[in-house]
């Protein structure tokens, strides 16, 4: 199923994101992870990809083929392109309709100085519009969008104009990076209004629980720490579980009123730690 049919059936839908592990032994990993994940019934679970090699490759196929067929959930795949070639791309592509996988995340990927960038996709829009192109209506196609702007925008104006190049290219929806403030959140949510990107935005929430997120997520991403959040992590940083539990109450609260606003759901990163979107799940299960 596609999911963009599901947010046609469901006011607000609720989705997860989870990142294939390291370890030789995967699928052993991710099956533990994704047994309490299934319990919290998301609508759909996107797994991301990294650039570089066949084996990002292949853990991101059996993962959502696991997803589909264990589950009974949709899968999203992720799917860089700043590093592959067309032939590369069909042969993905190929691969997904082959075992019957209808969704695809369609991202530009990260610059990375030690693998080589071939040039062919400069931007995710180039690749949706190829999907598209080899593969018709055939997928579900998702990308990205920045409510604080992509680190090498100029601003609000060249971020807006990047979104409507993709919808344009042929996305169906959007799922947003992580954010900590919701009121700029929905100011880019009507900035896209605005320029007709009539399709869902979905607003991206990841709880920090550790210390050690907070510069992290801030370098990679240029979050803005409001002062409320700032306050928590001041108060606690040398509190380990005390941080856990203000920073899940902290998202919880986004959560809530992102719904209450009529935010089209939630994309929850959950770091691979099911505690985390239990938590989530159970404090909106009358809401969603």
Same mark, same amino acid.
Do not use: W
């Given at each position: ?12 839908? #609720?989705? %997860? ?13 991710? +099956? ?11 609508? %759909? ?24 067929? *264990? &589950? ?7 799917? +860089? ?27 530009? !990927? ?8 071939? =040039? ?11 999907? *598209?192109?080899?593969?018709?209506? &055939? ?30 290219? !042929? ?7 992580? %954010?900590?403030?919701?009121? !700029? ?16 935005? +979905? ?8 210390? +050690? ?15 409320? %959040? ?7 940083? =040398? ?5 856990? =539990?203000?920073?899940? $109450? &902290? ?10 606003? !009529? $935010?089209?759901?939630?994309? #929850? ?20």
């Amino acid at each position: 199923m596609k999911v963009s049919d599901i947010y046609k059936e469901k006011k607000q839908v #609720l989705s %997860f994101e989870i990142f294939p592990p390291k370890k030789d032994d995967y699928l052993g990993d991710i +099956t533990e992870t994704l047994d309490i994940l299934s319990e919290c019934k998301p609508d %759909f679970i996107s797994v991301t990809f990294g650039a570089g090699g066949s084996s990002n490759r292949n853990k991101t196929i059996e993962i959502a083929k696991l997803i589909k067929s *264990r &589950y009974g959930i949709e899968p999203i795949v992720h799917l +860089t392109c700043l590093c592959y070639d067309k032939d590369e791309i069909r042969e993905f592509v190929r691969v997904l309709q082959q075992e019957g996988l209808e969704n695809i995340l369609a991202l530009r !990927g990260d610059h990375n100085p030690n693998i080589t960038e071939k =040039d062919v996709f400069p931007h995710a829009s180039d690749l949706i519009a190829y999907i *598209r192109e080899i593969s018709g209506d &055939y997928f579900c196609i998702a990308a990205a969008c920045y409510p604080e702007n992509h680190p090498e925008s100029s601003g609000r104006l060249e971020e807006i104009r990047s979104l409507r190049a993709k919808y344009e290219a !042929g996305a169906d929806l959007f799922l947003s990076q992580l %954010f900590f403030d919701n009121d !700029g959140f929905m100011a880019f949510e009507e900035d896209c209004r605005i320029a007709d990107i009539n399709v869902p935005v +979905t607003p991206g929430i990841m709880p920090v629980t550790k210390a +050690t997120q907070i510069k992290r997520m801030v370098e990679m991403c240029g979050a803005t720490l409001p002062a409320r %959040f700032s306050r928590i992590i001041d108060r606690y940083a =040398d509190n380990e579980a005390g941080l856990f =539990d203000a920073g899940m $109450s &902290y998202a919880l609260s986004q959560v809530i009123d992102l719904l209450a606003s !009529g $935010s089209d759901g939630i994309h #929850l990163y959950t770091m691979n730690n099911p505690v985390i979107a239990r938590r989530i799940s159970v404090g909106i299960k009358n809401i969603v």
